[in-house]
């Protein structure tokens, strides 16, 4: 065995190997801080600037918000009996961030199959969620067994597809008061955007018409919902947190079921309106319009062929009671009032009538085209002569007729809860012939307006509420359908008419129906009965009718209009429109 003796030499020679042999150690352990330097920065970075982003996004992997949308209060009639309610049915959700990539065409296939709905609307659906991964979007409501059943066997593959329970508007009475119920509907991306300040969230249904729309506050009530913990196949493993959703309120309206159902049944197929009202305080006991529709059609997916469908028939959405048409005859009632009350004119006021009269050169046939002889106003407004309010109108000017008409209410909204959908009508005058027609008022439009005719529209609405006027002994009612505090104090307001006008105008409409063109009324099935027909020349279809009456003659407890719209072939508003009031009233009185 060699030995090795030390020597200076040999002591330089080791210790350079040493520090040779060191270098790479320290290299490499320099190297090592410096990543595990960059590591533990890269960390404090994730969890202390990070932190509460990447909890939140990992949450997101396993954290959902089920909502749970407030059940909508009901609509009850004045007798408390159910008009609008809810029922519990199945809707289809799906959870927009479950599917994974590969399987996500094949979700949207299979889902296109079993609800019949195109690909191409779940994508709509989806991207108006936002792609949202904790908040499930609804695809379809109201789905039958069938569907339920398929959507089970598919089940391996339609990950984050979830069928739950849920309430959904139901009108028990079908297409009953629809134009006064109205229906409810998902609120779409632009109303969303308009609305999320007041509490909406996508998913929300609101009203989109009428009551429901004109009380969606009190409807809606409060959102609720459950956090909970799902597993990865999605499966809830932990209910983290609840709240309650709560209910709307319930809005008790002034109709009348057994009313209403009179008025659509006397209405019929006819296109028109018909609407009975409290002539003391304005509360509305029916309103009915044809042609119709089924709110409850809201209850599942509309499609845009659907609506355009529905849409293009006869345009059933339109509440005709609050509409405007020539009002004609009925119109006599105003002409009578403006003259008494302008002092031009006497409650023994008597006037030749004539089969014509020519004024500023042109011709106005009286309807029977003889006259009547000589007539006051009761007797003119029991025949409806036209010749007699052609005098009147004349004589009082088209000023004082056409302030009297606004004084009535004609020419603006009646303050009815229905005031998005309510037509104001019109009241024409000098400013308005010039801007439109670039002529100027005449005397011929002044006579033309005297009967109801010419530049003149009132809805049915309206003129209930003209027929109160002498019905409750000279006051302007507001009509309105939330039955609260009904004193007729809080709903009127007087029109300081003079003793003698509403005198003459309840001889004369009590005259229509004892023996004048309102005869049909003249029924022992009701009591003593008032009112005044109408026909409108209405080009170039068929006349327009109407007949309003009221009853009690010397008490009136209600008011009801009918109007029917081109209806006129076959006789004129004693003929057609009358009747239907009868029928309204025997109803009423039935109940009594």
Request: glycine share 10%; charged share 20%.
């Amino acid at each position: 065995m060699t030995f090795v003796q030390p020597s200076s030499d040999r002591g330089q020679k080791s210790t350079l190997n040493v520090g040779r042999t060191n270098k790479p150690l320290i290299l490499m352990l320099i190297v090592t801080l410096t990543m595990m330097g960059g590591i533990g920065a890269r960390l404090a970075y994730l969890q202390i600037i990070q932190g509460q982003e990447n909890r939140e996004l990992a949450q997101d992997n396993h954290i959902r918000l089920i909502p749970k949308l407030p059940v909508r209060g009901n609509l009850l009639d004045r007798k408390g009996r159910l008009l609008a309610g809810n029922r519990l049915t199945y809707s289809v959700f799906l959870w927009p961030m479950a599917p994974k990539q590969p399987d996500w065409q094949k979700t949207k296939e299979r889902l296109s199959q079993v609800l019949n709905m195109k690909e191409e609307e779940i994508t709509q659906l989806l991207a108006k969620a936002g792609y949202n991964p904790s908040m499930r979007v609804r695809l379809a409501r109201n789905i039958t067994p069938a569907q339920i059943t398929a959507l089970a066997e598919y089940g391996n593959d339609l990950d984050g597809v979830e069928v739950d329970i849920e309430a959904i508007r139901s009108y028990p009475n079908g297409d009953l008061a629809a134009h006064v119920l109205g229906y409810t509907g998902e609120m779409s991306t632009e109303e969303l955007v308009k609305r999320r300040s007041e509490g909406y969230r996508l998913g929300d249904f609101v009203g989109q018409m009428g009551v429901e729309a004109a009380f969606e506050k009190q409807l809606r009530g409060e959102w609720g919902g459950q956090q909970v913990e799902v597993d990865g196949s999605g499966q809830v493993v932990k209910i983290l947190g609840q709240k309650e959703s709560k209910p709307g309120t319930d809005v008790h309206l002034t109709l009348d079921l057994d009313v209403q159902k009179a008025a659509e049944a006397a209405l019929g197929n006819r296109q028109g309106a018909i609407l009975a009202m409290n002539p003391q305080n304005g509360a509305i006991l029916a309103m009915a319009s044809r042609p119709t529709f089924d709110p409850n059609i809201f209850s599942k997916r509309i499609t845009p062929e659907t609506w355009q469908k529905i849409q293009s028939e006869d345009h059933p959405f339109v509440n005709r009671a609050i509409r405007g048409f020539p009002p004609a005859s009925t119109f006599k009632i105003i002409t009578t009032t403006a003259g008494i009350e302008s002092g031009k004119f006497s409650e023994n006021t008597r006037l030749q009538t004539y089969a014509s009269l020519t004024i500023a050169g042109r011709k106005f046939a009286d309807w029977n085209h003889a006259g009547f002889g000589v007539l006051g106003f009761a007797g003119a407004l029991k025949w409806s002569s036209d010749t007699f309010f052609y005098q009147v109108g004349k004589e009082i000017g088209g000023q004082t007729l056409i302030d009297w008409t606004h004084k009535y209410g004609f020419g603006q909204k009646t303050g009815i809860e229905l005031a998005p959908e309510e037509a104001a009508g019109l009241v024409a005058d000098e400013t308005w012939k010039r801007k439109r027609l670039r002529e100027p008022w005449t005397v011929g439009d002044t006579v033309n307006m005297s009967i109801g005719q010419g530049f003149l529209q009132a809805t049915p609405l309206q003129q209930a509420v003209m027929f109160s006027v002498p019905a409750n002994g000279g006051y302007r009612v507001k009509p309105h359908l939330l039955k609260d505090d009904e004193e007729s104090k809080q709903w009127r307001e007087s029109l300081n008419l003079k003793p003698q006008t509403i005198r003459v105008l309840r001889q004369g409409l009590r005259a229509v129906v004892d023996g004048g063109t309102g005869a049909a009324l003249n029924s022992p099935t009701l009591p003593t009965t008032a009112g005044k027909s109408g026909t409108a020349e209405a080009p170039p279809g068929e006349p327009h009718v109407w007949f309003g009456g009221y009853a009690p003659a010397e008490k009136p407890e209600i008011v009801v209009v009918a109007f029917g719209e081109h209806e006129g072939a076959n006789g004129g508003g004693g003929k057609i429109a009358a009747p239907m009031v009868l029928k309204v009233m025997e109803a009423y009185f039935k109940k009594q």
